[in-house]
C-alpha cells in the first residue's frame, strides 16, 4: 500500500463551521415542528358520553315502574342498557352508568328480577353492613370491593345505585333519582 498524495486541490466540506450545522439544525428543525404543528390534535376527553334519551322511552313505555335516573349536576352518561341479564333471566334490566364531577363512577340498575345471584352480581358481590333511612325509606348499604352500593326495594322493584365515591355521594344520588321520562321534558 502506499501512502495517500495530496492533490493540491482544496476540499469544500474543510470550509464548513460549526454556524453552517447550526444552520442546518434549524432547518431540519422548522420543517419537523410545522409537520407536528399540521398533524397535531389535542387528546379528547377520554370518558365518551351517550344519549340516554331514546332507551329512557323504550325503557320507560315497557317497564311496570318508573324507571329512575339521578339528576345530580355535572352527570356525564357513559352506559345505558334496557335488557335482560345472566342472572336476571328473561325479566329486563335498567342500567345507566355515569362519570361524576368528581370523576367517579355511578351507576343506577333496576329491575323486578328477584333471583339472589342478581342481588349479588349488581352489588359487586357486596356484602350489607348497614340499613339507612334515606326520605322515609329502608335502604342497604352493601361494601365490596368494585365500589359500595345502596339497594331499595319498593313494590318489587330493586334500585341498586353504585359507585366508587363516598357513602355521602351515594346517598345524595339515592336522593336525587327522579323518573327519567320527566328529566327528557325538563
Excluded: C
Aim: without cysteine; proline residues 7%; glycine residues 8%.
Amino acid at each position: 500500500m502506499s501512502d495517500p498524495q495530496p492533490t493540491g486541490k482544496p476540499n469544500a466540506r474543510m470550509k464548513q463551521t460549526v454556524g453552517d450545522m447550526i444552520r442546518s439544525m434549524a432547518v431540519v428543525l422548522a420543517v419537523v415542528g410545522a409537520l407536528l404543528l399540521v398533524t397535531w390534535r389535542p387528546d379528547p376527553d377520554p370518558v365518551r358520553v351517550v344519549d340516554i334519551s331514546p332507551l329512557v322511552i323504550v325503557a320507560s313505555s315497557q317497564a311496570d315502574y318508573p324507571v329512575l335516573v339521578p339528576t345530580l349536576v355535572g352527570l356525564r352518561p357513559t352506559s345505558v342498557r334496557w335488557e335482560p341479564t345472566e342472572e336476571s333471566g328473561d325479566i329486563a334490566v335498567w342500567h345507566v352508568g355515569y362519570v361524576t364531577e368528581g370523576d367517579q363512577y355511578l351507576e343506577i340498575t333496576q329491575s323486578v328480577a328477584s333471583d339472589p345471584l342478581f342481588l349479588q352480581k349488581e352489588t359487586g358481590n357486596g356484602e350489607i353492613t348497614a340499613v339507612v333511612d334515606i326520605g322515609g325509606q329502608q335502604w342497604q348499604f352493601f361494601t365490596a370491593e368494585s365500589g359500595d352500593s345502596l339497594v331499595g326495594v319498593v313494590d318489587g322493584v330493586t334500585t341498586i345505585v353504585q359507585g366508587t365515591g363516598t357513602e355521602l355521594e351515594l346517598t345524595e344520588a339515592v336522593q336525587s333519582l327522579s323518573p327519567a321520562i320527566e328529566t327528557l321534558v325538563d
